[in-house]
Nanobody, 115 residues
Framework: VQVVESGGGLVQPGGTLRLSCAASGFTFYSYHMSWYRQGPGKERELVARISSVVSNTNYADSVKGRFTISRDNSKNTVYLQMSSLQPEDTAVYYC?????????WGQGTQVTVSS
């Protein structure tokens, strides 16, 4: 099983970034996929979630209207499109696959929002 995030980096306030999470080794389409983040000195928090099959989405209040989660089951990939980024969005962003009692986490990708 592999869950690999990419797309992080340094971006100026107000900028955009798209994160990708490529999965392998399990039946991707049947797993709910989520993005979490952990900022400096903070606990890990749920950012966005997309369900399996019907792709229902949920977002943390802090990112609603700015972030969009999507998935491409043909590519076993989930995305997080981030816009209007602010310094408080600085964090390591993690991807998680969930089905029943199974959780698979990626290693994380750093996003830094700074001028």
């Amino acid at each position: 099983v592999q869950v690999v995030e990419s797309g992080g980096g340094l971006v100026q306030p107000g900028g955009t970034l798209r994160l990708s999470c490529a999965a392998s080794g399990f039946t991707f389409y049947s797993y709910h996929m989520s993005w979490y983040r952990q900022g400096p000195g903070k606990e890990r928090e749920l950012v966005a979630r997309i369900s399996s099959v019907v792709s229902n989405t949920n977002y943390a209040d802090s990112v609603k209207g700015r972030f969009t989660i999507s998935r491409d089951n043909s590519k076993n990939t989930v995305y997080l499109q981030m816009s209007s980024l602010q310094p408080e969005d600085t964090a390591v962003y993690y991807c998680k696959a969930t089905r029943g009692g199974d959780d698979y986490w990626g290693q994380g990708t750093q996003v830094t929002v700074s001028s």
